[in-house]
C-alpha cells in the first residue's frame, strides 16, 4: 500500500481549475479508503498513514470545498442562471445527505489510524462505507462537472470570477492560519 502524498503544484489560475482540483482530490481519497479496505499484511505504520490522511482530508479539507460551494458558487450563480436552481438545489442537498456516511468514515478512520490492528474487525464496515461514498460522490461531481462549473465561466463576468478565486483561495489560508495556531 502507498503512501498519500499531498499535492504540491502550482496554484490553479481561475476557479473553475482550482473547485476541478478539489473533485480530483475528493476522487482521490475516496480510492484511498477504499484501497484502505484491501490492505493485508501492510506494514502499522503505512494503514495508520493512509487511515490518518483519509480522516484529515474528509474532516478538514472537504468542509472548505463544500463552503467553496455553497458560499461563492451557489449564491453567483442562483442569481444569474435561476434555470440552474435545480441543480443547485440537488447539490446543496446531496451534500448535507453525505454528512452521515462522513462522520461515520472520519470516525472509522480515526479509530484505524489510533490502532492499525483494529482495521481487521473494522474492514466489512470500513468497505461498505468507503464503497457508498465513493459511488455517490462519482454521481455528485459529474453532475456538478457537467451542468453547474461550465456555467461558471459562460455566465460569470471575469472579474467575478476573480472574487470567487479569492474567496476560495482566503478560506484555505484561514485553515492554514487556523492549524498553524493550533500546533
Known sequence: MSKPHPDRREEPGD?????????????????????????????????????????????????????????????????????LAPALERMVDEHREHQHDLASLVMLCGDIADDPRVLDEKRGELAELAQRLGDDFERHLAVEEREIFPQIDARLPLDERKRMLAELRARRADRDTTSAHAR
Open 15 to 83: 476557479v473553475v481549475e482550482l473547485l476541478l482540483e478539489c473533485h480530483e482530490r475528493i476522487r482521490r481519497f475516496a480510492g484511498l479508503a477504499q484501497k484502505l479496505t484491501r490492505a493485508k499484511g501492510s506494514p502499522d505504520h503505512e494503514v495508520r498513514d493512509v487511515a490518518s490522511a483519509v480522516r484529515r482530508y474528509f474532516d478538514e479539507a472537504l468542509p472548505l470545498h463544500v463552503a467553496d460551494e455553497e458560499e461563492s458558487v451557489l449564491p453567483r450563480l442562483t442569481t444569474r442562471v435561476p434555470e
